[in-house]
């Protein structure tokens, strides 16, 4: 066990916060270059859908907690990570959304922040968040160059080693961005006294036969979509260490601004890993809901997408699927037959693959791997129903154009 990273670190407290997160990076293809920085752990992502996924790691609050699930949701308070009442606070999500922004409203509504500013626009103390594209789809190339998700697929090789290789390759790329900001804190006299973190909002399928086939995130709810990685580096902490303890994402809140300020929000859900040593039983958990409002004529009604939660060990975990086993199925086919990923899941589907989607599919409880806790203690864990209309959460209404740049991108059905 590494125990607290205060107790490795060369201050006492740090000045500044740094953290990156890469889109879509899933724990198992994290570039050396970034894990011989620093501390690096295996995290599990709050939830594996962005929008619900980022007001975690800026609140502390797992999903089922802030009830942030869908793009048009936002928190109503500005979460602690990002209130400037104490530091200068700076954010940086050109990568992934170049063109939603609408000039009355923040860059995006999970983010919670009214303008975009890089590092080189902040003064000691600050916090800086980078929302970054990551490994994203479309793989190896940059947003804009297709027209949508769907078009990347459908016009470029779909088979899928070459397809995972661009993604290694988007890896790599995300990497060295993270690395040249990592360099400019260095070459500015500032890494000692900043606490640098890097990880992702939720991990990626690959085609992986066992996974269905399924390229992309959101669902189905699998190892390879909930493990993330979570290195911390700067502030005089050890280069190239494993942590030795599982991570949340909801911990990377609590422990930058314990680290920060010396103190942490009573609301939150994550641990304070600058102080605190988590306990050898502990189980993180991973929640995700999409919905669409349906509107027919009269009646108006939420339709479910996908909704699963669960919790997790360093070796496995277990899944509870929420709805019908019938309407998840037709869900779930239909996406993966028509929408964003769908050219790459048809083009590299099998025998085997199709009866694991229906396996996958069908099945309302899951395990994967050896968790080294019950089915029966994982279901205590977890929320036993997830809702929504919570005070904490303002609705907000997205523009035309945010919602076209948000569909191209695949976050929209």
Not at 310 to 319: K, L, P, V, Y
Request: hydrophobic share 35%; aromatic share 10%.
């Amino acid at each position: 066990m590494f125990g607290s990273l205060s107790e490795r670190a060369s201050v006492e407290r740090v000045e500044n916060v740094v953290l990156f997160v890469s889109d879509a990076m899933r724990y198992d293809f994290l570039p050396q270059s970034v894990r011989r920085l620093g501390v690096t752990a295996k995290g599990i992502a709050p939830s594996t859908f962005t929008a619900s996924s980022l007001p975690s790691l800026t609140s502390g609050q797992y999903p089922a907690t802030h009830r942030v699930w869908m793009f048009d949701d936002q928190l109503a308070e500005t979460p602690p990570l990002l209130d400037g009442s104490a530091t200068d606070v700076g954010f940086d999500a050109e990568a992934v959304w170049p063109e939603l922004p609408a000039p009355e409203k923040p860059p995006l509504q999970i983010h919670h922040l009214t303008e975009e500013r890089t590092l080189d626009d902040l003064e000691p103390p600050f916090t800086h968040v980078v929302h970054d594209v990551g490994p994203h789809a479309p793989y190896g190339f940059d947003n804009g160059v297709f027209e949508s998700t769907k078009a990347f697929f459908e016009e470029h090789e779909r088979r899928r080693a070459p397809l995972v290789s661009l993604y290694r390759e988007d890896c790599r790329r995300s990497a060295s961005r993270f690395l040249d900001i990592y360099d400019d804190l260095e070459e500015r006299g500032l890494l000692s006294e900043t606490l640098v973190i890097f990880t992702s909002d939720h991990g990626q399928c690959l085609g992986e036969p066992a996974n269905g086939g399924r390229f992309g995130h959101g669902h189905p709810m699998v190892p390879e979509t909930v493990e993330i990685p979570v290195v911390f580096a700067g502030a005089g902490l050890p280069r190239g260490r494993e942590y030795g303890a599982l991570v949340s994402g909801t911990d990377i809140a609590p422990t930058a601004h314990s680290a920060q300020r010396g103190r942490v929000s009573d609301l939150v859900d994550g641990l304070d890993l600058w102080t605190e040593t988590p306990p050898e039983d502990r189980t993180p958990r991973s929640d995700v809901w999409q919905h669409l409002d349906v509107g027919v004529g009269p009646l108006d009604y939420e339709l479910t997408v996908y909704a699963a939660t669960s919790a997790w060990s360093e070796d496995g975990g277990h899944i509870f699927q929420r709805g019908s086993s019938a309407e998840r199925t037709v869900a779930l086919g239909y996406d993966n037959c028509f929408r964003g990923y769908s050219p790459a899941w048809r083009h590299n589907s099998s025998p085997g693959s199709l009866l694991s989607f229906l396996a996958l599919s069908l099945q309302r409880e899951l395990t994967f791997g050896a968790p080294d806790f019950t089915r029966e203690a994982a279901r205590e864990e977890v929320p036993s129903a997830f809702q929504t209309g919570d005070p904490a959460v303002t609705d907000t209404t997205l523009s035309d154009r945010q919602e076209d740049r948000l569909r191209d991108l695949g976050y929209l059905k």
